[in-house]
């Protein structure tokens, strides 16, 4: 369906076209603190007087050129959408009387330009872009380096991870459904619901912590629900976060696994 989405509005003619960072180095070879992490990747430079005219004008559509330092560059053709529910606000943990002033963000979901069965979720933010895209061959990730410039970001392919990130499922096991149960399979072009799931979303002190600030906090979950949205809404099923609470101060919580809590 967002494959569809992005062919209807080429139709309507080309989209814009924005070079959001400078020209690609090799990750390898540029900064030592990818040895030991990955095998390759591009480092890349932000353009803020780019980022400054996406986030103000927030074009119905674009063609995001980022560069790579091996091979040709990385085209994306995508669609503005939202994360957010209508009515969405944000509230800090020490004060829930009162709503936090907030930039939203621009957020667009496509595919590599020409290449139907990829997939590609991209989100623009006062000092940070990221995206993930899916090839069939590895996904694709752009995010910011934590260095001291602010501006450096990185590209790579998440098959290229020399180490692999731990995670955690915080769902209960449940027993298996039967093999005899009657399919529920949507069928072709027909929407699963015409309604939108809304999901109230809290920000542990921890991710405080680690952000410094309640803006970092919703640009960072903000960015990471929209690419889980987007692999909704590429099954037609739309999700949006109706609000949320960055707990600022100690939460109380003293559980050990998001399940338990």
């Known amino acids: 369906?967002?494959?569809?989405?992005?062919?209807?509005?080429?139709?309507?003619?080309?989209?814009?076209?924005?070079?959001?960072?400078?020209?690609g180095v090799s990750a390898a070879e540029e900064d030592g603190r990818i040895a030991g992490v990955l095998s390759r990747g591009t480092l890349l430079e932000l353009e803020p007087e780019v980022?400054?005219?996406?986030?103000?004008?927030?074009?119905?559509?674009?063609?995001?050129?980022?560069?790579?330092?091996?091979?040709?560059?990385?085209?994306?053709d995508v669609v503005a959408s939202s994360p957010f529910a209508e009515g969405f606000s944000v509230f800090a943990a020490s004060d829930r009387e009162n709503a936090v002033a907030v930039e939203l963000g621009r957020y667009y979901r496509g595919i590599i330009s020409g290449q139907e069965h990829t997939l590609a979720a991209v989100s623009f933010h006062p000092d940070e872009v990221r995206a993930v895209i899916a090839t069939g061959q590895g996904d694709l990730v752009v995010g910011k380096m934590l260095d001291e410039r602010g501006s450096g970001h990185i590209l790579y392919n998440d098959v290229d991870l020399l180490v692999i990130p731990e995670g955690e499922c915080g769902t209960d096991n449940l027993p298996p459904l039967p093999?005899?149960?009657?399919?529920?399979?949507p069928m072709p072009g027909v929407r699963v619901t015409s309604n939108t799931v809304n999901v109230y979303v809290e920000i542990d002190h921890d991710i405080y912590q680690d952000k410094g600030t309640v803006q970092a906090c919703l640009s960072f979950m903000a960015g990471l629900f929209h690419e889980v949205a987007t692999l909704y809404a590429n099954d037609t099923i739309s999700v949006a976060m109706s609000e949320v609470l960055v707990w600022d101060v100690n939460s109380p919580y003293s559980c050990s696994s998001s399940g338990d809590c």
């Not at 369906?1 to 020209?23: D, K, N, R, T, Y």
């Not at 093999?179 to 399979?185: G, I, K, Q």
């Open 179 to 185: 093999h005899d149960r009657p399919s529920h399979e």
């Open 1 to 23: 369906p967002i494959a569809l989405q992005v062919a209807e509005a080429l139709e309507g003619g080309a989209f814009p076209v924005v070079f959001p960072f400078s020209e």
């Open 51 to 76: 980022l400054a005219q996406i986030l103000e004008q927030g074009p119905e559509a674009l063609r995001v050129v980022i560069p790579r330092a091996a091979g040709p560059a990385l085209v994306l």
